[in-house]
């Protein structure tokens, strides 16, 4: 019976060894796969199932719309940035994709965050605001535009190329108390110092969307620009919207990435064999080991 034992407890062991490294919760997430969830959808948007199978339920923001500017977006719950007070750290991240009739826009904003509902005069602050140009703009208990000299990587680049393949794409975006980092599949793209004492310029500052998250309570993904500049609301598609209270690293990431791409393949592989146990979490079945324990442990005592 020790014998018996001894290997299940082994099995848990190697079956709490094979979870991925990453740990970090997210303070929100929506797949979409039970609809917009907790979300509300603003103007022309749907969930669609995606060709990817892997992706599965996703949300399209501005379908048919490309053209109108505070319209369209999917509204998210009013207290998702309001969790970083005391870990003064932040992440943004979801998967996009330009799709078949997308309208690739360098200055359409990929999520936008601020006090209340966009008046006819445009968005004033406190805002949050990243584009798809992969640039951002803090207001939140203190200024930051990011600006090149703050770059770190040399100066900002403005791209938008990387959604012209039409493919799904990981964009992430971290803060904490001096780094900003958007990252591209895992990759740095844009790296600033935002700490208070840069330079000789003391607006800086991406603290306030610590200590103020919670002031910006109109929280919107795929569109609703800031001010009053008239840039299009995106015509892309989203998928696994996650906000974090860390920045993530860049390990993090990949881990992310791989759980992706895990997943597809799993669900392949049921698919392919019958063997639906192929799609089981891995914290599934080290519960069911570990529950072979205790009765193991309590025969034992038994004999």
Not at 65 to 75: F, G, I, K, M, Q
Not at 116 to 128: K, R
Not at 200 to 229: E, F, H, M, P, R
Not at 259 to 285: H, N, Q, R, W, Y
Request: hydrophobic share 45%.
């Amino acid at each position: 019976m020790k014998k018996i034992f001894a290997v299940a407890m082994a099995t848990v062991m190697t079956l709490a060894m094979s979870v991925s490294a990453f740990a970090a919760t997210p303070v929100y997430f929506n797949d979409f796969e039970d609809g917009a969830g907790d979300a509300t959808i603003v103007g022309s948007g749907a969930i669609e199932d995606d060709a990817n199978e892997k992706y599965g339920k996703v949300f399209h923001n501005a379908v048919g719309d490309a053209t109108n500017v505070r319209t369209n977006y999917l509204l998210l719950p009013e207290d998702v940035l309001s969790h970083s007070v005391d870990s003064k750290e932040l992440t943004i991240q979801f998967w996009v994709n330009l799709g078949a009739t997308g309208t690739n826009d360098m200055y359409s904003p990929l999520f936008g965050a601020y006090a209340a509902e966009p008046p006819a005069t445009g968005n004033s602050w406190p805002m949050l605001v990243l584009q798809s140009r992969l640039l951002a703009q803090v207001n939140c208990a203190g200024w930051s535009d990011l600006t090149a000299d703050q770059n770190l990587e040399g100066g900002n680049t403005e791209d938008v190329t990387w959604l012209d393949d039409k493919e799904w794409h990981l964009y992430t975006v971290t803060f904490d108390e001096e780094i900003v980092t958007i990252y591209v599949d895992g990759v740095v793209k844009q790296k600033w110092d935002a700490s208070t004492d840069y330079g000789t310029n003391t607006d800086t500052t991406v603290a306030g969307l610590y200590s103020n998250g919670a002031d910006l309570k109109y929280i919107c993904l795929g569109g609703n620009q800031a001010w009053n500049w008239g840039d299009p609301d995106a015509d892309y598609l989203f998928d696994d919207v996650a906000i974090y209270n860390v920045a993530l690293s860049a390990d993090d990431i990949a881990d992310v990435m791989e759980a992706k791409t895990a997943e597809a393949s799993d669900t392949e592989d049921a698919t392919e064999t019958g063997d639906m146990t192929a799609v089981l979490p891995v914290t599934i079945l080290a519960v069911a080991a570990m529950a072979v324990v205790v009765v193991m442990r309590k025969r034992t005592v038994a004999e």
